[in-house]
C-alpha cells in the first residue's frame, strides 16, 4: 500500500548486476503478458503511478521533462483514462494517494514563486488548499485514511520539518517529534487512528516512528544506529530496515511495538518493502555480492527467495501475492511461488510493478519503444 518505495525501488533495480547462483524451489515463469499503457497528459512525456485504491483508481503525474522535474497531478479510473487534476496556480502539482472513496491528496504551487502547500481533491477533481503551520511554507500530504484524514510534512516559523495531521474538517496539528529537525508521517490506517512514519533524534539519527490518534510518537528502534520504514498495513504494523552496525537487514515493527528482525543472510544488507494485515512481507536482499533476490516473509519472520534470478519485491496483497521486478521485467509472485512475467510495453527494455490493489488490477511503469517511462498497469483478467 505504500508509495515511498518506488525511489528506492527503481534506483536499485537500474544497478542491479546479474551474477548467476541456484537456490532451491524456485518456481517456473509462465509466459509473459503485457500491460496497458496509461499514457500521458497532451505534451508530457513520461508518467508516474503512485498510488491505487481499492477499487483500481490510480493516481500519480504526468511531465514533459526527464528526469521528471516538472509534474502534473494525474488520475487514472478503473479502465485507465486519464485526467489531470486542478492546480492551484502554480505549474507543478503531484497526487500521492488516493483513499477508498476517490479523494486524492498530493501537493502544488501556489504561484509563479513555487511556494508548496498540501491539497486534497474531491472525486470530481475539484482541489482544495490544505493550511500549513503558522509560519510555514511549505506543505505535502503523503497519505489520506477512509475517514478523511490526512498526514504529510510541512516546515513552521521554527524552520523545522514536522510530521502533520490535517483532521477531516481541514485543521492542521503538528505530530510528536523526537528533539530532531525532521519528521514526516508517510501512512495512515483506514480508521484514521495510526500513524506511521520516520523522524529524527537530536543526532540526526533516522528513526521509524508511530503516532497515536492524540499525535504521542513512539520511537519504535530506540537504541538502534538507524531505522527506515518503507510501508504500514491497517494494524499499525510497520515494515523496513534497521541497522544495529554494519548493513540494514529487514524488520517488522509490530502493534504492541516489539521488533521482528526478519530471516536474512547475516553478512548481506536486505529490507521489506511493504506488508499485508497479516503481516506477511515483501521486499528482498542481496545473497550474494551485487546481486538482490526478491523475498517474502511470514508471520514468524521466515524468509522465502521467490527467483534466483535478481530482483526485488515491491508490494503484497491479502493473498500474499507479491509484485515486483525480475531481471528488470515486471513480474509477480502468488501466495504459492508460481512466478508470471508481466512483461513491458512493445520495444521496452524495462517495466516495473510497484502497486497491486485489492481487486487484482497491478500497476507500475514500463519504458516504451523510445526509452520513457510511461505509467502501466495490468488488468486482473490478464494472468
Do not use: C
Not at 50 to 79: C, F, Y
Not at 96 to 119: C, F, I, L, S, Y
Not at 357 to 373: D, K
Amino acid at each position: 500500500m505504500s508509495i515511498k518505495r518506488s525511489t528506492r525501488v527503481l534506483a536499485l533495480a537500474g544497478s542491479l548486476a546479474a551474477l548467476p547462483f541456484m537456490l532451491p524451489g524456485v518456481a517456473a515463469a509462465d509466459p509473459a503478458i503485457a500491460p496497458v499503457d496509461l499514457g500521458t497528459l497532451p505534451g508530457d512525456l513520461f508518467s508516474e503511478v503512485n498510488a491505487i485504491n481499492d477499487h483500481g483508481v490510480m493516481v500519480g503525474s504526468s511531465t514533459p521533462l526527464e528526469p521528471q522535474i516538472k509534474h502534473h497531478a494525474t488520475r487514472w479510473d478503473a479502465q485507465g483514462r486519464i485526467t489531470a487534476l486542478a492546480g492551484l496556480g502554480g505549474e507543478q502539482s503531484e497526487a500521492n494517494d488516493v483513499n477508498e472513496h476517490g479523494v486524492a491528496v498530493g501537493w502544488a504551487h501556489k504561484d509563479p514563486a513555487r511556494n508548496q502547500t498540501a491539497v486534497k481533491w474531491a472525486p470530481d477533481g475539484a482541489v482544495t488548499a490544505l493550511p500549513s503551520l503558522p509560519g510555514g511554507d511549505y506543505a505535502y500530504a503523503n497519505e489520506i485514511s477512509g475517514t478523511g484524514v490526512v498526514v504529510g510534512t510541512g516546515n513552521g516559523a521554527d524552520g523545522k520539518a514536522h510530521a502533520l495531521r490535517w483532521n477531516a474538517d481541514g485543521t492542521v496539528v503538528a505530530l510528536g517529534d523526537l528533539d530532531g529537525d525532521y519528521g514526516s508521517a508517510l501512512w495512515i490506517t483506514r480508521d484514521g487512528r495510526t500513524i506511521g512514519g520516520t523522524a529524527t533524534d537530536a543526532a540526526g539519527r533516522n528513526h521509524a516512528v508511530r503516532w497515536n490518534s492524540e499525535g504521542v510518537i513512539t520511537d519504535l528502534s530506540p537504541g538502534i544506529a538507524d531505522s527506515t520504514p518503507e510501508d504500514m498495513n491497517d494494524n499499525g504494523v510497520i515494515v523496513g530496515s534497521a541497522r544495529l552496525s554494519g548493513d540494514p537487514k529487514p524488520v517488522r515493527w509490530e502493534q504492541d511495538g516489539r521488533t521482528t528482525w526478519l530471516e536474512h543472510p547475516e553478512i548481506w544488507p536486505a529490507w521489506a518493502s511493504a506488508v499485508n494485515d497479516a503481516g506477511v512481507a515483501a521486499g528482498g536482499g542481496y545473497q550474494v555480492f551485487g546481486t538482490t533476490n526478491p523475498a517474502r516473509w511470514d508471520g514468524t519472520g521466515a524468509r522465502t527467495t521467490l527467483s534466483t534470478e535478481r530482483g526485488l519485491g515491491n508490494d503484497i496483497d491479502s493473498a500474499g501475492t507479491v509484485v515486483g521486478l525480475e531481471n528488470e521485467i515486471a513480474a509477480k509472485w502468488d501466495a504459492s511461488g508460481t512466478r508470471t512475467v508481466l512483461g513491458a510495453l512493445p520495444g521496452g527494455t524495462y517495466s516495473n510493478a510497484t502497486h497491486i490493489a485489492a481487486n487484482g488490477v497491478i500497476a507500475g511503469i514500463s519504458y516504451n519503444e523510445e526509452g520513457r517511462s510511461h505509467a502501466v498497469y495490468w488488468p486482473k483478467t490478464q494472468g
